[in-house]
Every structure is written in C-alpha cells, then in structure tokens.
C-alpha cells in the first residue's frame, strides 16, 4: 500500500515555476542594478549624479531599453545559477543532517547547523556563475559611458575579456564575493531553520493561557474577517499550485 508520503513535488516542474517566478523578479528588479551601477562609476565631472538623473539620462538616450542594458545575459545565466543554489541546498541539507545527528544537539541546533552549511556551499557554487554574469552584464551596464567601450552584446564582451585576460577575467571579483554571499547566505539560512524549529515548540496550552489572560475568548477571533479571506485565496492557490507540481496521487493509489 502506497502512502501519502509517496506524494512528492515534481522537481522538474518545480524549477519550471522557480525559472518563471525568478525571471519575474528580475524583470521588475532589474533596472535598479543599472541604475546603481552606473552610480558606482560617476566621476565629479559627471552629470548624472544621483538615481534620478541617471533615470532621466537612460530613457531620454534610449528609452525603456536603456534600463535593461544587459539584462539578456543575466536572464540566461542568473537562471541555472538558481536552480544550481537550490539543488546545492537541499543536498548539501540532507547531508548535514545526518553528520550533526549523532551528536544529539536540539531540534534548532541541528537545523541551525545544516541550514548554515548548506546555505554557505550553495551559494560558493553559485557564485561560480553568477560572477562571470555580473562581469559581463555590468560592462554592458556602463558601456559608451565616461569613456567606457561600447560593446556589440554579451558574446562581444566575452570574446574581448578572453583575448585580454583569458578566463581570470570573468572572475574578478570572486573572492569578495565568496566572502560577502558565502557568510551571509550561511547565517541567513541558519537563522531561518533554527528559528522555524523554535516557533512551531511553544505548546498549545501555553498559547491557549496566554490568549485568555491577555484578551480573553475574544482573542481567539483577532482578525477573522482578513483571515477568512486571506485562507480562501491562499488555500485555493495551493490547492491548484500542489496539484500542478506533484505527482497524481489518485493514480498510485489506484495501482497499488
């Protein structure tokens, strides 16, 4: 017999849908990387001297495109960059789990510790990719600018880092940031495991107490109106998103 355990995210479509939502983002969040590294360069004899200004300059010189100056080389490689985070963390996860387990620390511990190791190497194998983009896309980023060369596109701009530099030149930069990404990644993941561990222990009782010395039985309805709608979108949402992404239940059942 086939339990519900047997139930499990389709992990193709799951980086599908991952791709989708972060190319999303980028679209969104991408022209504030323009914007702000076309800051970083400005000399005291630039005109362009805060974000609005350089706003004014790019849609004035180019349009919309002129924000987005880059953004196909980052689109292309920022997305096997994701899927190689993900997939390093939740290895690198279930690996560390089983090496803190013999040493019996608390639930929080060894999810602060996993978490945390899994965080840091993730994001070493990362930035692997994502510091050849950014070399790249930022030199599209600020070309024909305060005498920066202009370039035909991302392969124009590799083609030249490659005959002046050779590899080494898609990696300037790596160590910093291995030591900026790598850190915070370990410590942001590490807070994220240990704390959800440590919100689910308060016991029901407790929170039961708590509510009617404070409010009484009042306080158990706080906000039932938001909530009543905010559980219908959401529910409705996952209830379609879990069965886009996992496998059809119905049918392991009816051939089991």
């Given amino acids: 017999m086939i339990s519900l355990s047997s139930c499990r995210l389709d992990k193709t479509k799951f980086y599908v849908v991952g791709a989708g939502i ?16 076309r800051l970083q360069i400005v000399t005291k ?6 974000a609005f200004s350089v706003v004014r300059g790019l849609l004035k010189a180019e349009g919309v495109p002129g924000l987005y100056r880059g953004f196909g080389t980052v689109i292309t490689g920022a ?26 620390v608390s639930e929080p511990t060894q999810a602060a510790i996993a978490n945390g190791v899994a965080g840091m190497t993730a ?29 035909n596109g991302g392969l124009d701009v590799a083609r030249k880092i490659l005959k002046s530099d050779g590899i080494r030149g898609f ?13 915070s990644s370990a410590v942001w993941w590490a807070s994220y495991g240990s704390s959800q561990r440590v919100i689910w222990r308060p016991t029901t009782r407790q929170v039961v107490r708590r509510l009617i010395a404070d409010d009484g039985w009042q306080g158990f309805y706080r906000g039932l109106g938001p909530r ?6 959401w529910g409705t949402s996952m209830i379609l998103a879990y069965e886009f992404l996992s496998i059809d239940c119905f049918s392991l059942f009816s051939s089991s």
Avoid at 28 to 37: D, E, F, G, N, Q
């Fill in 22 to 37: 972060f190319s999303g983002l980028t679209v969104a969040l991408y022209p504030i990387s323009v914007v702000k590294t």
């Fill in 228 to 233: 009543f709608f905010s559980m219908s979108a």
């Fill in 45 to 50: 004899d630039s005109v362009e001297r805060n």
């Fill in 79 to 104: 997305v096997p960059a994701r899927i190689i985070f993900l997939t390093a963390l939740e290895t690198t996860k279930a690996a560390a789990f089983k090496m803190v387990e013999p040493f019996k």
């Fill in 171 to 183: 990696y300037r930069g790596f160590g910093l940031s291995v030591m900026t990404y790598s850190p």
């Fill in 123 to 151: 994001s070493l194998f990362a930035q692997a990719v994502f510091v050849p983009i950014d070399v790249v896309s930022q030199r599209l980023m600020v070309q024909g600018y305060a005498g920066h060369t202009s370039y």
